[in-house]
């Protein structure tokens, strides 16, 4: 199956600070998205981004479909971004079918 | 809030017994998914429902059963339960182009 590479694995930030966070994955994909796991649990949707780059707020991301990894820019960071975030990918004829997730990024943003 | 929902949030009971975990999907969503995640395995993805038919396996023990019901709500059964089994049990949904898929708050399982 498809093999996902997360790096780095633990990240400790100060607020303000920018951060970018790669994830790698070993065969084409078409379907890539990222998620923001809370400290209470809860898995969030930031991007479906399979090629190409898009920004919400602060947040942005590029995933480079032919070198097949993906990146997550996090600018001004604020406490509340403290989580895991996860990058997740699968390749089907249609639908999600089950994406792999990767280790995830452990990132702690102190005050 | 992602809209889909999930219960009981919370569940203690012991080795061998079998519990029942519901999900409710977005509305309007055909797709439901259930993944595990616990500390030594990460996230990995159980299966995928589509309309009421099953779509896509992954690694779901034999232990384990899922299925959709009419309404789109879906249950995954675990039984024999074990010690390993302790983890927390994702729900999500996705429309049927599937590009995004919503997560549910997570059913917490500890098994004594």
């Known amino acids: 199956g498809i093999q996902v590479e997360q790096s780095p694995p633990d990240l400790i930030l100060q607020e303000g600070a920018n951060s970018t966070l790669r994830c790698n994955f070993s065969?084409?994909?078409?379907?890539l998205q990222w998620f923001h796991q809370n400290p209470w649990g809860q898995l969030i949707n930031l991007f479906y981004?399979?090629?190409g780059t898009k920004q919400n707020g602060r947040l942005s991301a590029t995933t480079v479909a032919t070198e097949r990894y993906s990146l997550l820019y996090i600018s001004s960071s604020q406490t509340t971004d403290s989580g895991v975030y996860f990058c997740a990918v699968g390749y089907s004829g249609g639908g999600a079918d089950g994406l792999t997730f990767g280790k995830g990024t452990h990132l702690i943003i102190q005050p | 809030d992602s809209g889909v929902t999930q219960t009981p949030k919370h569940l203690i009971t012991a080795t061998g017994q079998r519990v029942t975990l519901r999900c409710s999907p977005r509305?309007?969503?055909?797709?439901v998914y259930w993944y595990q995640q616990s500390l030594d395995q990460g996230l990995q993805f159980l299966i995928q429902?589509?309309?009421?038919?099953?779509?896509a396996k992954g690694n779901i023990l034999e232990r384990f059963s899922a299925q959709q019901f009419p309404d789109l709500h879906s249950e995954l059964n675990l039984s024999s339960l074990e010690l390993g089994d302790s983890a927390l049990y994702f729900c999500?949904?996705?429309?049927?182009?599937?590009?995004?898929?919503?997560f549910g708050e997570g059913s917490w399982l500890t098994v004594v």
């Open positions: 065969d084409s994909v078409n379907n």
């Open positions: 509305s309007g969503d055909l797709s």
């Open positions: 999500a949904s996705s429309d049927s182009a599937g590009n995004t898929i919503y």
């Open positions: 981004i399979p090629s």
């Open positions: 429902y589509y309309n009421g038919e099953e779509r």
